[in-house]
Each structure stands twice: as C-alpha cells, then as structure tokens.
C-alpha cells in the first residue's frame, strides 16, 4: 500500500533517498521502525520497550533510563531538561561525572558519558588520588582537616590529602571535599526515603517541594501551594517582603543575626521592619525611634514634643526641621558634616577616635585623632565655652548626680558641666557616672575596635553592629 499523496515514480525513488539520510544520521541513532511518520509500528509493545532498556535491566524497568521516551524501539531524549541527555539509551549525561573540590573528574581526567576517564598517573571516580604520593604522613593529615581541624570531619580516611569518604551502604551518601557533607541526615525513619520522597538532600539538608515542609519534608501542607504564595505575598509583592521564608501559607521572617531572637522583622508577610526606627541600628538596643517614640511596623509614632522619621526633632525647637537641618549643614551635604548628631539646629560632635570626627561645627578641628579647639573653647570635644553665665550655685546644682555627689566624686564642673578626671581614662558620662571598662569586648578589643565606648555601651562605626561592634553591616567589607 502506498503512502497518500505519492505517486508511483516517487514512491520508487523513496528507499535510496531514506538510506542516503540515514547514513548521515549519528551511529547512536537507531531508525524507528515505521514505514512513514504517523504510520503503526512494526514491532510489538514488548519488543518495542525491550530494545529501550540497557542490557541486564528487567523488564517493567524506567525506558530509556528514565531520561525520554520510546517510539517504536528508540529513545527520544528529553531536550527540556537541564544539560544534555544522550546516548542510544540516554544514559549519558554531561553533568553526571563525580566532581572534586569543584572541578569534574578533579580536573585530572575527562568526562565519558557519567564516567570519569582518568588521565596518567591518577586514579578514583573523580581521578582525585594520585597514583604515587610524595607527602609525609603529617603534612597529607594537615591537607585533609577541616575548619575544626578534624580529619576528614571523622567521616572517612586521608590518601595523600584528599578524603576519601566511608561508603560501606555504597550509597555515596557522604561526601565533600572533607567528608563534611552526611544525606543520612536526610532520611525519614520512617518511609527509610531521601527527605522522605518530597524534597532534594543537599549537604545533610532537606530542600522540600511546594507544599511540603520539616526538617525531612514529613509534613504536607492543608492548602495549595498557589494558596501558601498568596497568603505569604506582600503588599508590595514580594514573597514574604523578600526578608523571610514561606512555609504552608506562613512566613518565617529572617533575622539581622540568625542566632538571635529580637524579632527586629515581622508581620504576616515580614512587611515590619523595626530597623527603620533607628537612624543607626544597634541590634542589641531597645533605643529606637531616638528615645522619643514608639515603633510601630518600621514607622516611628513620637510622643508629645517630638516629631521627624525617627522622633529626632524637638517641637519646643523655634525652627523648623528644615531650618535646623541646614544651620547643621553648614557648607557640607551632610548635616553636622555627616560627623555628630543634629538636634535644633546644633551638633552633637562624634567623639575623638571616631573617623567621622572635625569640623567647624564641632567649635575645632581634628588632627591626629585629637581636637583642636577654636578660640574660647575647651575639653576634649571642645565642648566646654570658656566664659561662663551663671553662678558658681547655679553651675553645681547642675553639676549633682542622683546621690548629690558633685560629678560622682571623678571629676570638677565648670559652668553646670562636668569635666572627667583625666587620670581616670575610662570614666565618662554627664556626670561622671559611666565606667567604659564595662563595655562588650570581642577579640579582646573594646567594642572589638569598631566603635568607642559611651557610658558602657559600644556606639559603632558606620557599617558595624552589635553588643561589641562585632557584626558587620555595610555593603563592602572594609
């Protein structure tokens, strides 16, 4: 019978043109056995589906290995997947090949369809042992330690400082450049399953498909996956505000420091941030919204005589905000130089120490880390005038702690301030009253370095955080 649409001569002519193009056609490509596309095949089912499986597997096996599908006793590969699948079978993959510290096949070898080919010299399945070692026993431990300095993190033996990892199941269920990496961890006790059929182990964790969740993908979630997405969608769109993960409709907001537990974030969907209450953020501190409000969902609600983003701008100020932001500015862009805090019109110069400190606005100059004072100035932040306006009486009534001791007993008053013993380095303080030796160290370092100490408490360097200054914010490490 003839196919439709030909006629005779052409149908003659059909056989040499089909044989011309198939002996262009790759050795691993197999002619499916029609005699026309769309026409029946000419082998049955179980022939068909035989010659898609490799030698030895048994029948009722995944076709073509799982990677495509059999037409008429050849395997058509899945082209969508990621990577290339090939082979008559497609049991070749370019990705397969074992890999070692990041390199395929050690980089000592190349990769022949999910096998590594060793080059001279080199052997194992990534080609990551050399054949002879020239490394003492010592210095071979010493390449195989990990950041704890744990050999093989105990999980299996030094060659020549490369790891070889236990593998006594076959399973090849710990690996890593150390050993560090255990997907036992992974497996359900229960169903004895990779995170327990419904997630991806990478590394000893589990990494769930929608709508699954626990530590091993064991819990399933009462609502669709598209439903868990709308619920954990914030106002602006984003998942979980893009500072959280979504889990069963529910965010679980990220933290500045995962191993805290201030809940600085929050809301349905993260949408809180309470860093934004604070213009210089101190995880460790409940200032926010400067002392003079409350914060409400990254938005600061100021008390009575107090106003601006974070609360810093007093009412009983007879200028306006933008009044007291440009006498502050003077001929900088920054107010106060970007070097102190702007309250009213004046400034409140960061100490010596601080790189952010000189300037005029600070009544003196900066040099070498120490102020230079202008003209009828004193102090060490040239912050005493030297001319005073009020009486002796007046002066030290301003000058008493809470106990009525004149500066705590550590230091003088002059015109109602009080001037810290200078023999005493660490005491500071309105009145004295501060003790800088009990601020956090970290490093064996006041404020590890980062900041300077005030009134026990580490007030941190642009871009540095913590009880210590410790913990380092900014974009580029410095």
Known sequence: MRPPGLGGHLWLLLPPLLLAGLSAAPQSFSPSLRSWSGAPCRLSRTESERRCLAPGQAPGSALCHGRGRCDCGV?????????????????????VCETYDGDTCAGHGTCDCGKCKCDLGWSGDACQYPTNCNLTKKKSNQMCKNSQDIVCSNAG???????????????????????ECDDRECIDDETEEICGGHGKCYCGNCYCEAGWHGDKCEFQCDITPWESKQKCTSPDGKICSNRGTCVCGECSCHDVDPTGDWGDIHGDTCECDERDCSSVYDRYSDDFCS???????????CKAGWYGKTCEH??????????????????????????????????????PGDRRVYGKTCHGTCSCGRCVCEQGWFGELCQHPRKCNMTEEQSKSLCESADGILCSGKGSCHCGKCICSAEEWYISGEFCDCDDRDCDKHDGLICTGNGICSCGNCECWDGWNGNACEIWLGTEYP
Do not use: M
Request: aromatic share 8%; charged share 20%.
């Open 157 to 179: 033996t030094c060659h020549c400082g490369r790891c070889k990892c236990d593998d006594s199941d076959g399973n090849g269920l710990v690996y890593g450049k150390f050993c």
């Open 314 to 351: 007093p009412r009983s100020c007879p200028l306006s905000a933008e009044e007291s932001f440009r006498k502050c500015q003077g001929g900088s862009a920054l107010p106060c130089s970007g070097r102190g805090r702007c309250e009213c019109g004046k400034c409140t110069c960061y100490p």
């Open 75 to 95: 395997c058509i590969c899945h082209v969508t997947e990621p990577g290339t699948y090939f082979g008559p079978l497609c049991e070749c993959h370019e990705w």
């Open 291 to 301: 002392g003079h409000g409350q914060c409400n969902c990254g938005r600061c609600d």
